[in-house]
């Protein structure tokens, strides 16, 4: 899905979104794994405002485990609940359900020794393009799907999707913005595959690719490519990996946009192994 965010479609989005939360309990905000910062809406606190949170950390299969761990530590520090999943495989749907639960309970609990009777959490999934959304809504709903657009105060075309008895899900999620404007951010969700080609400079992408792997992951790098020695000149580096796949013009020259090109698509495949392009120290960094 490629969305064009002007300013008009952002505050079109933001109050979609500010509607949709006045149906819920629970707000689910989906992030990227591989760059839990660099995929959230630089605006997430201030349009979410005071509802319980679920930050849930998708495409887990593709992020470095340690990492993983040091981000759930991270946002629950910051008072949120926080979760890793794999919503293509299905995997933490359990979780998912059992997070929300617990982030209502006080609210539950108070409803029920007024003599309310108990009823689902309802949530709502949020999230920038590409982290996962549509996947989590569709796992779920394959089971679950119900039409609940009759009940009172619920707009008539909203639907809701049941996780057991106890989650209520609405069916369309929020579609919020990534902070494009910062040059990294855009960088990385490039590299993640979350921004399409045509926004930003192939090479561009590769280079800042292959410098973050260059460094932080340089055994992969190495493995990958078959390259015993890692250059630190970006261009021998483009040259060898180039070399390796073939990559020429006529004339024996590299062919560096198809280079760029074998690298990235290989890399958000994820045949370069469990790679997380930033960590959570960096991010107060991010978010100034
Ligand atoms: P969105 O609604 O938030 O915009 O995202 P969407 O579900 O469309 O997912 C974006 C891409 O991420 C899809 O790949 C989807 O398959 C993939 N994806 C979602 N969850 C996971 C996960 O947990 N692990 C992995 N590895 N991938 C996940 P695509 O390339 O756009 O399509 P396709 O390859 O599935 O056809």
């Known amino acids: 899905m490629t969305i064009q965010w002007f300013p ?3 505050a079109k989005a933001r109050r979609q979104v500010t509607e949709q939360l006045k149906l819920i309990d629970v707000v689910i905000e989906l992030v ?3 760059l839990p ?3 959230r809406n630089p605006m997430i606190d201030e349009i979410i405002a005071h509802k319980p949170r679920l930050v849930v950390l998708n495409k887990a299969d593709m992020a470095d485990e340690r990492l993983t761990r040091k981000w759930i530590a991270y946002f629950e520090q910051k008072g949120f609940k926080a979760i890793s999943i794999n919503a293509q495989a299905g995997q933490g749907m359990k979780e998912i359900t059992a997070a ?3 982030l209502v309970k006080e609210k539950f609990d108070r409803m029920i020794a007024k003599g309310v009777n108990p009823r689902a959490v309802r949530a709502l999934i949020v999230g920038i393009p590409n982290v996962g959304k549509s996947t989590l809504i569709n796992k779920i709903a394959k089971k679950n799907i119900a039409k609940t657009g009759d009940r009172p105060g619920v707009t008539t075309a909203q639907q809701w999707i049941k996780v057991g008895k106890e989650l209520e899900l609405l069916d369309t999620p929020g579609i919020l913005w990534p902070k494009f404007e910062d040059e990294l951010v855009g960088l990385r969700l490039a590299t993640s595959g979350a921004i399409k080609d045509a926004i930003l400079n192939l090479q561009d992408v590769a280079v800042y690719a292959l410098r973050f792997l260059s460094a932080h992951y340089p055994e ?3 493995e990958r490519y078959n390259l015993t020695h890692l250059s630190e000149d970006i261009v021998e580096l483009f040259d060898d990996i180039g070399k390796r796949r073939g ?4 004339g024996g020259i590299i062919d560096y946009d198809k280079t760029a090109e074998i690298v990235l698509r290989e890399l ?3 045949k370069l192994g469990r790679i997380t392009f930033e960590e959570p120290n960096e991010y107060a960094e991010i978010e100034a």
């Open 220 to 222: 992969k790098l190495k």
């Open 8 to 10: 008009g479609h952002m």
């Open 37 to 39: 910062a660099s995929s």
């Open 32 to 34: 990227d794994a591989r």
């Open 268 to 270: 958000r495949a994820g």
């Open 247 to 250: 990559c020429l013009l006529s």
């Open 100 to 102: 929300c639960k617990e």
